[in-house]
């Protein structure tokens, strides 16, 4: 990763507990958002940003998210994220100055914050 850039990942995770005197079991298993948050905090428009299921040994690469049109400098969009199984992702993205990727874990909720 480029020194100075970073890609923060906030993902807000939240437990619920059954209601007292409820007689149905609560499952704990993670499970991936179903959207996230991107929010550019740098000076530069981003021009392209996926998450992608990286491809394994039998399996192609399937993006689970992208933003539709580039983001300016201090905006935010939501991403749907579809097709997901796991939690660990991969995250790839090009601002008009550089382009970078880092792993992301969306179990519980997403908000990714891009900044400098």
């Not at 049109?69 to 969009?77: C, D, F, H, R, V």
């Not at 997901?84 to 792993?103: I, L, M």
């Amino acid at each position: 990763m480029r020194n100075g850039f970073m890609i923060a990942a906030v993902v807000a995770v939240s437990l619920w507990a059954p209601a007292a005197g409820a007689n149905r079991a609560v499952s704990l298993a993670p499970a991936a958002a179903g959207a996230v948050n991107l929010e550019n905090k740098r000076r530069v428009p981003l021009l392209d940003f996926r998450i992608v299921l990286p491809a394994g040994d039998r399996t192609p690469e399937i993006v689970v998210a992208k933003l539709e049109k580039p983001l300016g400098p201090g905006a935010s969009a939501s991403l749907t994220v579809t097709g997901v199984k796991g939690c660990r992702f991969q995250a790839r993205w090009t601002f008009a100055d550089f382009a970078d990727a880092g792993d992301v874990d969306l179990c519980g909720g997403g908000r990714i914050i891009l900044v400098d």
